[in-house]
């Protein structure tokens, strides 16, 4: 029989962890296990940087489950991949709660939870889902796009009496969002359990009452912005969080805290709206969405930084007419049928109104004194172009503060969270640190980097190609090509492209594919994770890319010995938000560039240059064929923001040492 172990001892438990699970005791992950579980213990504030091989993972779990069985207290941890949750919900937390059970009280428990949104609603099922309801206004009169829907929807409603989980991920094969929103509902235009007829079976309440009564729930940024912002509590009570790819936590809290209209949204909301009041009420908003749809139709793409007079009076048209619709409804009819579609017209009225309201007052301040950023976006979707106006905060930081960290005590880890070599940058976004002129108070907090196993100075070389033009707008130059075919043939494939588009990407593919002798694959030709696989399976293959590979792939081994980054990966400059963002803090005489548009880029190019080493034995080349690197002002910064590789400007004794790379491999 096993002795127990002190549940406050984090480092004997870790001990146990890492000799359970066949890993090896390393000096970084002790540290941080030891730091998060002083931060639970105090009540302070973490910020932890753990290079890849740190094992950040166990040295979070670990502490997080000894404190929530010490404490019958669960602990919180939001994840912005669905990749992570998988890894510590099916892997991670299954062989962590065997290896401890024997040394703690009890057997620790564990749950993954998402938003209401991806659990099936069982009222909505057996009230008649409506296989055209949501459907796109262009795709109504479709008859293709509607036969697909209401096969999914039917396939759907037929899966309800199967599935025990209600989870939308155990549909096979899947179906797409608007055929999804026929038998589900988000948690604004959830009538109440109390209320629904269905309310003892519902799945959504099971998964967040099994959640309750667990000592780690594991959730994503997205669900976990929507409990700290909003009125609605979607997460069980907590008092200890632990957010890893930290580093996405402002994208994701950004992402849900804007506000959009679309003609597309607006003829949902009527549609769900005009059967529920008088004949004249819902002529009226129609009038008014058909003609601000007309303008934004009309409107160029871009920040919008002054509000004509015809656009105010538009949405305030809208605004007006959607408020008198909102209040013509009732919401507490007897029929749970009908409550259900009259919650979820009022819950779509009210987000119209206040967005539409919300992009009026944005106005209001003078422009270095706004909250909000509004702009048009362009999208293009099944070959037609959707016109989206978009109200998103300028910054997060003080909601963060407020709303999150006022509240709970937060661990936040990630392999690159350290800004030319700083955490202040990813502090002030937070909100964890506050400008100088700032009258708010800052809570504690502590960050620490705890470094890798890896010895990068060793392991690998950064090269940056100082003797390439610097990159214009248009394609690669000739020169930028040759440079990525001898770079590519010294290395014999086994090469990660990073680029700046995929435009860039794919043109690339192209002309690599006529040069060279071994294979290209190239985002969007299969799935991700199909090209992930063909690429880890086949050393001398090469996968060129953009966005999601620079963050999301895990290929260690001989199949990738170079990563080539085509330039550095610098915003837009047409951003509207981060645009914005530059143009406040000059206004504050902070340098916008530096605080913004450079450090978007030592983020991106930290999180490429991780994609190299991802076991203690690989061996390669970080190829930055953007000479700025080298020859600009902020090329240090950057390169600061970079693990310590050993450097060069010298692309023969890079290709040199690709070549014995490969021969030895």
């Known amino acids: 029989m096993s002795r127990k172990t002190d549940p406050t001892d984090v480092s004997a438990l870790l001990s146990i962890?890492?000799?359970?699970?066949?890993?090896?005791?390393?000096?970084?992950?002790?540290?941080?296990?030891?730091?998060v579980g002083h931060a639970f213990d105090k009540g302070e504030h973490l910020a932890v940087q753990a290079g890849t091989g740190t094992g950040k993972s166990l040295a979070y779990l670990v502490p997080s489950i000894a404190h929530a069985v010490a404490s019958n207290q669960p602990v919180v941890v939001s994840t912005a991949t669905i990749a992570l949750q998988r890894q510590l919900v099916d892997r991670d937390l299954p062989r962590l709660a065997d290896a401890l059970a024997p040394h703690l009280p009890r057997r620790p428990e564990f749950a993954l939870l998402k938003g209401r949104g991806n659990y099936l609603c069982l009222n909505k099922v057996h009230s008649g889902a409506q296989a055209d309801e949501d459907l796109p206004q262009e795709e109504l009169f479709n008859p293709v796009a509607a036969s697909a829907l209401g096969r999914d929807v039917k396939r759907l409603i037929e899966w309800s009496s199967d599935t025990e989980s209600g989870d939308r991920d155990e549909v096979v094969p899947g179906v797409l969002d608007r055929a999804w929103s026929q038998v589900s509902v988000g948690a604004r235009e959830c009538i109440g359990a109390t209320r629904c007829p269905y309310g003892t079976d519902c799945f959504a309440e099971k998964a967040r009452a099994k959640a309750g009564a667990v000592d780690v729930i594991v959730t994503n940024h997205a669900l976990l912005a929507i409990d700290a912002i909003s009125e609605v509590n979607v997460l069980p009570e907590h008092q200890l969080l632990v957010v890893d790819e930290a580093h996405e936590l402002v994208d994701r809290v950004t992402s849900v805290a804007t506000g959009e209209l679309s003609a597309t949204s607006m003829a949902v909301t009527l549609r769900r709206a005009a059967r529920l009041v008088e004949p004249e009420l819902a002529e009226r908003l129609?009038?008014?969405?058909?003609?601000?749809?007309?303008?934004?139709?009309?409107?160029?793409?871009?920040?919008?930084?002054?509000?004509?007079?015809?656009?105010?009076?538009?949405?305030?048209?809208?605004?007006?007419?959607?408020?008198?619709?909102?209040?013509?409804i009732d919401t507490a009819p007897s029929d749970p049928t009908a409550a259900a579609a009259r919650s979820e017209a009022v819950t779509s009225l009210t987000d119209l109104s206040d967005t539409a309201s919300r992009i009026i007052d944005s106005f209001v301040p003078a422009i270095p004194d706004r909250y909000d950023v509004v702009w048009l976006d362009r999208e293009e979707s099944r070959g037609s172009v959707r016109h989206i106006l978009r109200v998103a905060p300028l910054s997060v930081a003080g909601l963060l503060r407020g709303r999150l960290f006022g509240e709970v005590t937060a661990v936040l880890t990630s392999a690159t969270l350290t800004i030319g070599g700083r955490f202040e940058s990813m502090a002030r976004a937070w909100g964890l640190s506050v400008p100088e002129d700032s009258t708010a108070t800052p809570p504690k907090w502590k960050g620490m980097d705890v470094g890798s196993p890896f010895s990068h100075a060793k392991s690998g070389i950064l090269y940056v190609a100082k003797h390439l033009p610097a990159p214009g707008r248009d394609a690669a130059a000739p020169e930028q090509l040759d440079e990525i075919y001898e770079l590519i043939t010294a290395a014999g494939g086994r090469t990660l492209g990073l680029f700046s588009s995929m435009r860039a990407a794919k043109a690339?593919?192209?002309?690599?594919?006529?040069?060279?002798?071994?294979?290209?694959?190239?985002?969007?030709?299969?799935?991700?994770?199909?090209?992930?696989?063909?690429?880890?399976?086949?050393?001398?293959?090469?996968?060129?890319?953009?966005?999601?590979?620079?963050?999301?792939?895990?290929?260690?081994?001989?199949?990738?010995?170079?990563?080539?980054?085509?330039?550095?990966?610098?915003?837009?400059?047409?951003?509207?938000?981060?645009?914005?963002?530059?143009?406040?803090?000059?206004?504050?005489?902070?340098?916008?560039?530096?605080?913004?548009?450079?450090?978007?880029?030592?983020?991106?190019?930290?999180?490429?240059?991780?994609?190299?080493?991802?076991?203690?034995?690989?061996?390669?080349?970080?190829?930055?064929?953007?000479?700025?690197?080298?020859?600009?002002?902020?090329?240090?910064?950057?390169?600061?923001?970079?693990?310590?590789?050993?450097?060069?400007?010298?692309?023969?004794?890079?290709?040199?040492?690709?070549?014995?790379?490969?021969?030895?491999?």
Request: negative net charge.
């Open 17 to 35: 962890a890492v000799s359970a699970l066949g890993g090896a005791e390393r000096s970084g992950q002790i540290e941080m296990a030891e730091a």
């Open 286 to 328: 129609e009038a008014s969405i058909a003609t601000l749809s007309s303008a934004i139709h009309d409107m160029e793409a871009g920040r919008i930084d002054v509000l004509d007079d015809e656009l105010a009076t538009y949405l305030t048209v809208v605004r007006d007419s959607t408020d008198k619709v909102k209040m013509a």
């Open 508 to 665: 690339t593919a192209e002309i690599m594919r006529e040069r060279l002798d071994t294979p290209v694959l190239c985002q969007g030709e299969d799935s991700t994770s199909t090209l992930v696989r063909r690429f880890t399976e086949d050393a001398e293959t090469s996968l060129f890319g953009t966005l999601s590979l620079w963050q999301g792939v895990d290929v260690p081994g001989p199949s990738l010995s170079l990563v080539i980054i085509d330039r550095i990966p610098f915003p837009r400059p047409d951003d509207p938000l981060l645009t914005a963002r530059q143009r406040a803090i000059a206004a504050r005489g902070g340098n916008g560039f530096m605080a913004v548009a450079a450090s978007h880029a030592a983020l991106l190019l930290a999180q490429g240059a991780g994609r190299l080493l991802r076991s203690v034995n690989d061996r390669g080349v970080i190829a930055i064929l953007d000479s700025r690197m080298a020859t600009a002002r902020y090329g240090g910064f950057l390169q600061s923001s970079l693990p310590p590789y050993w450097s060069t400007t010298d692309p023969v004794r890079v290709r040199s040492a690709l070549e014995r790379l490969a021969a030895s491999s």
